[in-house]
């Protein structure tokens, strides 16, 4: 049998050739997978040992996807996604939800009345039910009313519309936008959620993260300027509590949150103000 020393090498000379094909995320999922197997073996005292139990995960922040959409691509994007996808783009844009929870909606889990849809399988392993913007909810009626299927995002044989990446990929090119995928518009959405001022957990729970602090480990890098403003709103009302002057410049706690509640934001702009800012 091999020593400990071996199978070490072995196991990490084998990680190593993993990443040279796949991601690092990859290769994280498939030891993390192992692991699990291997300590209920060594549970059921088939093993001594885990012989993983010692090997660490790759450090994944720097392969975090970082993009996202600015505004004027928004606009671009909406304006070239032809009729078959309009509204799913749409929808995506507007609740960041994932591809998968999108495509499987029915309309039986859908309340346009009170502005909610229940997503009952996630990948968190426990339904959600969401909230709505008042966009969200129109492109969803425009859809009830021509279509009487099941699904809300369906087919012509009435089942869910999953393959859309050649109609995405032609209104991407028409855009002129490169290095996006569909599940960057979830990123999207919620960049801007952040840039907009709503908090870590109210986030993760629209978009269905798990935790508040998974929001911010993979999303936290797009908004320091909003964080700055958010430690200048804090300061200023400490200033006040404490007795001292506004520091010259900040103009107050209420100022500041004023010029910071003016974040133009794709969601806030009718279709008349959007032509207007261009």
Request: net charge positive.
């Amino acid at each position: 049998s091999l020593s400990e020393a071996e199978r070490e090498t072995r196991i990490k000379a084998w990680t190593a050739a993993n990443i040279k094909t796949v991601s690092k995320a990859t290769v994280n999922r498939e030891t993390a997978c192992l692991k699990r197997i291997l300590n209920k073996a060594a549970d059921w005292k088939l093993l001594p040992v885990n012989p993983l139990g010692r090997i660490k995960l790759f450090d994944e922040r720097e392969f975090i996807r970082k993009r996202y959409l600015k505004p004027e691509e928004i606009r671009s994007l909406l304006a070239h996604c032809g009729p078959a996808i309009h509204q799913l783009v749409t929808f995506a844009l507007y609740t960041g939800r994932r591809f998968g929870e999108i495509i499987g909606m029915r309309w039986q889990e859908v309340d346009l009345a009170n502005g909610y849809v229940y997503f009952p399988k996630t990948k968190k392993k426990e339904p959600d039910q969401v909230a709505l913007p008042p966009r969200a909810c129109e492109s969803l009626s425009a859809l009830k009313r021509s279509e009487h299927g099941e699904y809300v995002f369906q087919c012509k044989d009435g089942g869910p519309r999953k393959d859309i990446r050649w109609v995405f990929k032609r209104a991407l090119r028409l855009a002129g936008i490169e290095g996006f995928r569909f599940h960057d518009l979830r990123h999207t959405a919620v960049s801007y959620m952040m840039m907009n001022g709503i908090d870590l957990k109210t986030i993760a729970e629209l978009v269905g993260h798990t935790t508040a602090e998974m929001v911010d480990k993979r999303y936290g890098h797009l908004s320091p300027d909003h964080k700055r403003t958010a430690t200048r709103v804090f300061g200023a009302a400490m200033d006040k509590l404490c007795g001292y002057a506004s520091p010259k410049g900040t103009g107050g706690a209420d100022s500041v949150a004023d010029r910071s509640s003016g974040v133009d934001t794709f969601w806030t702009l009718s279709p008349e103000r959007s032509r207007g800012a261009e």
